[in-house]
């Protein structure tokens, strides 16, 4: 069992940055990959982007150059940093584990609004 705990949510002019972290219950090793997804109002939820056990790195394409996935093995802890944020970037952001199984986070609030 992966327990996920997100944070860093908020809310933020237009091209404005926010950070956000998912703490993992478990070592970095027991999991094959973590990943980012967004749930805007009314659509359907989104991967976003992707870091695996040996560190490759993949992104949406509408989010590339502006957002950076990394992670931290000392804290079990992945990052999503978010720099030139758009309206459109609004959104509850998840935080998903890959193991055996798939383990999800309660979620963060981002909103992008002047």
């Known amino acids: 069992q992966v327990q996920l705990v997100e944070s860093g949510g908020g809310l933020v002019q237009p091209g404005g940055s926010l950070r956000l972290s998912c703490a993992a219950s478990?070592?970095?090793?027991?999991?094959?990959?973590m990943a980012w997804y967004r749930q805007a109002p009314g659509k359907e939820r989104e991967w976003v982007a992707m870091?695996?056990?040996?560190?490759?790195?993949h992104y949406k394409d509408s989010v590339k150059g502006r957002f950076t996935i990394s992670r931290d093995n000392d804290k079990n802890t992945v990052y999503l940093q978010m720099n030139n944020l758009k309206p459109e970037d609004t959104a509850v952001y998840y935080c998903?584990?890959?193991?055996?199984?798939?383990?999800w986070g309660q979620g963060t609030q981002v909103t992008v609004s002047s």
């Open positions: 998903r584990a890959q193991t055996d199984l798939v383990y």
């Open positions: 478990e070592r970095w090793f027991r999991i094959n990959a």
């Open positions: 870091i695996t056990n040996v560190g490759s790195v």
